[in-house]
């Protein structure tokens, strides 16, 4: 089994910074993708940024530029950081972990950004 735990969400003025960490622990595989994906209430859960175990990264064109992902493949834990943060960034962040084909999720965390 697999568990996700999140942290570092919160209340943030609108050009502002966060960065939110994910550590995973288990049967965690040397092959292993983990990203972030947010849902803003009324709206699907929709990718922000994933990392592969190789170092690759994806991104979604709404926080290019804006956020980073990266990990420590020792700790298997990643991170999140974002930077000027917009209101439309408001939403529960969730760390996912893919692995054999199998999905994981975290519990989410809150990111509120104020105007």
């Known amino acids: 089994q697999v568990q996700l735990v999140e942290s570092g969400g919160g209340l943030v003025q609108a050009g502002g910074s966060l960065r939110l960490s994910c550590a995973a622990s288990?049967?965690?595989?040397?092959?292993?993708?983990m990203g972030w994906y947010r849902q803003a209430p009324g709206k699907q859960r929709e990718l922000v940024a994933t990392?592969?175990?190789?170092?690759?990264?994806n991104y979604a064109d709404s926080i290019k530029g804006r956020f980073t992902i990266s990990r420590d493949n020792a700790k298997n834990t990643v991170y999140l950081q974002m930077n000027s943060l917009k209101p439309e960034d408001t939403a529960v962040y969730y760390c996912?972990?893919?692995?054999?084909?199998?999905?994981?999720w975290g519990q989410g965390t809150q990111v509120t950004v104020s105007s």
């Open positions: 996912n972990l893919v692995q054999s084909l199998r999905n994981y």
């Open positions: 288990g049967r965690i595989s040397t092959v292993r993708v």
């Open positions: 990392i592969s175990s190789g170092g690759i990264t």
